[in-house]
């Protein structure tokens, strides 16, 4: 269907969505002197502030706090003792994410020019948006409605309350016992925070193994962490049915893979299993947007839909559902969506290099304790796409600082190409490992090597020079052997 193109328009660009990709979006239009209308029909700052990264990452500094006065005679102290009241703990985290909304308030973009609305937009057509009862007209539409939690229509569930990561920050009372659906990232965070402030916690997983997508060897370092804390680990079982007994007693049933079927009381169920693209109720349906078999929204490389125009960044394209990633295709959808068409006539190398989102080098971490970061191919995908690799590896065991500061566990794993310092991916595993990695990411963004690493000066004694050590390792196994041997001779010559 043709759409009639307005004469004048309202907006140069109108962004849906005040979340990560939506605000940098808008702030970038800002700068380049467009003309940007930024809708929100919620709160702005998206799920990141306001129930995803920030309150997340504020209850886990508290269970961390917990976990260290736990471990308080490894520090040389006798013994420790912390009383708390898990209210006070939700209420910190509330304090938290109020202290940072300023960055993301409508007060700090208006000043910074964008036209902040509010309300349930409805896109009539490519070049039109309603708001209200007022229709505004713009050359270019940016989707950034990101993605909510995915609930499976389990049976029973809607006899029971449950937690989401959208709701699980309104909890006040600590459950004595709690279920969590799900071992991804969220569900693996949750869950040791959860146990860490005193719940008995059961972790579901229906895959063979808890946060499938890292490394075996990772996986199992984690499963390992958490039964350690006291948690009920059950993988291979599915969520079945939920109930309730004469008593009030809540109960999952669980299948396991035998087709066996065991109960789980609990007084909370929290269900990480994934989020779903919001591609409903603001107008795609109407204009025929492409939607793919994941549920987002169809994109080409750069960021455009079937209609040249309106173009999608963040959660509701993917495939990666980072913050961070977010921020990144943010930058692109806004270039593109601002200069089209006439970005159209350069050559198509220069608009693949400088127009086309780039997911070579994409970083990501789960915040357990530890943590895992993760950049690049991880070796389980290098083996399934039969990429040849080599793999050096560094135990933090070995470094000064983490053995200072109690935090001598976990390892670095890079993967180079054959006989080449190239980087390929990297995974660590510590309770630095987000912070340890960025070094790594610099150096794979700007098409730089170990040997780059190795001839930098780390500050002593600090984590990072793990990473100076680990390219060191992959040098001595790359040593020039018939040089070496010939300097020996050279040497021996001077001494004669």
Request: glycine share 4%; with cysteine.
């Given at each position: 269907m043709k759409y009639k193109k307005p004469k004048k328009f309202d907006f140069n660009i109108i962004v849906i969505g005040a979340g990560s990709a939506g605000l940098v979006c808008s702030y970038l239009s800002a700068v380049l002197k467009a003309k940007v209308a930024l809708i929100e029909k919620h709160k702005m700052g998206g799920d990141c502030l306001n129930t995803g990264c920030v309150p997340s990452k504020a209850l886990?500094?508290?269970?961390?706090?917990?976990?260290?006065?736990?471990?308080?005679?490894?520090?040389?102290?006798?013994?420790?003792?912390?009383?708390?009241?898990?209210?006070?703990?939700?209420?910190?985290?509330?304090?938290?994410?109020?202290?940072?909304?300023?960055?993301?308030?409508?007060?700090?973009?208006?000043?910074?020019?964008?036209?902040?609305?509010?309300?349930?937009?409805?896109?009539?057509?490519?070049?039109?948006?309603?708001?209200?009862?007022?229709?505004?007209t713009t050359r270019s539409i940016v989707i950034a409605t990101g993605a909510r939690p995915r609930v499976p229509p389990f049976k029973g569930l809607d006899k029971i309350s449950y937690l989401?990561?959208?709701?699980?920050?309104?909890?006040?009372?600590?459950?004595?016992?709690?279920?969590?659906?799900?071992?991804?990232?969220?569900?693996?965070?949750?869950?040791?925070?959860?146990?860490?402030?005193?719940?008995?916690?059961?972790?579901v997983e229906k895959a063979p193994r808890i946060l499938f997508r890292e490394d075996i060897e990772i996986s199992e370092i984690i499963h390992k962490k958490l039964q350690s804390e006291g948690m009920n680990i059950l993988t291979a079982h599915e969520a079945n049915e939920f109930y309730i007994k004469e008593n009030r007693e809540k109960i999952l049933k669980l299948k396991k893979e035998d087709e066996s079927i065991i109960e789980v009381a609990f007084d909370e169920v929290l269900i990480a299993l994934g989020r779903q693209a919001n591609i409903e109720g603001f107008g795609?349906?109407?204009l025929k947007v492409k939607i793919t078999s994941r549920g987002t929204i169809e994109s080409d490389m750069f960021l455009a839909t079937n209609y040249s125009n309106i173009f999608v960044c963040g959660d509701v394209v993917g495939?990666?559902?980072?913050?961070?990633?977010?921020?990144?295709?943010?930058?692109?959808?806004?270039?593109?969506?601002?200069?089209?068409?006439y970005t159209n006539w350069l050559p198509?190398?220069?608009?693949?290099?400088?127009?086309?989102?780039?997911?070579?080098?994409?970083?990501?971490?789960?915040?357990?304790?530890?943590?895992?970061?993760?950049?690049?191919?991880?070796?389980?995908?290098?083996?399934?796409?039969?990429?040849?690799?080599?793999?050096?590896?560094?135990?933090?065991?070995?470094?000064?600082?983490?053995?200072?500061?109690?935090?001598d566990h976990g390892f670095i794993k890079v993967l180079t190409v054959p006989d080449s310092d190239k980087i390929l991916g990297v995974t660590i595993i510590h309770s630095r490992g987000s912070d340890l990695i960025s070094e790594f990411i610099l150096a794979m963004t700007n098409g730089l090597g170990l040997n780059a690493i190795l001839k930098s000066i780390h500050i002593y004694p600090t984590f990072p020079e793990a990473n100076k050590y680990l390219a060191g390792r992959w040098k001595q196994a790359h040593k020039p052997e018939k040089l070496l041997k010939w300097l020996q001779k050279f040497h021996n010559w001077r001494r004669s």
């Open positions: 886990i500094r508290s269970a961390k706090m917990l976990s260290y006065a736990k471990k308080a005679k490894d520090y040389g102290f006798q013994s420790s003792h912390i009383d708390f009241d898990f209210k006070d703990i939700m209420e910190r985290v509330q304090k938290i994410i109020q202290k940072i909304e300023p960055h993301d308030s409508v007060d700090r973009y208006t000043k910074l020019g964008v036209d902040c609305l509010s309300g349930e937009a409805e896109i009539l057509s490519p070049y039109k948006v309603k708001l209200k009862d007022k229709i505004y989401t990561s959208d709701n699980v920050w309104k909890l006040r009372t600590l459950p004595k016992k709690m279920v969590i659906l799900g071992a991804g990232p969220i569900g693996c965070e949750l869950a040791q925070c959860f146990q860490r402030f005193g719940s008995q916690v059961t972790l795609l349906e109407n495939p990666y559902q980072f913050t961070h990633m977010a921020a990144h295709q943010a930058y692109y959808a806004c270039i593109n969506a601002l200069f089209r068409p198509s190398f220069v608009k693949k290099k400088h127009l086309a989102v780039n997911y070579d080098v994409v970083p990501w971490a789960t915040y357990t304790d530890p943590e895992i970061a993760t950049v690049g191919l991880t070796e389980t995908a290098a083996k399934a796409q039969k990429i040849k690799y080599e793999l050096t590896t560094y135990p933090m065991d070995d470094l000064d600082r983490a053995i200072t500061d109690d935090e």
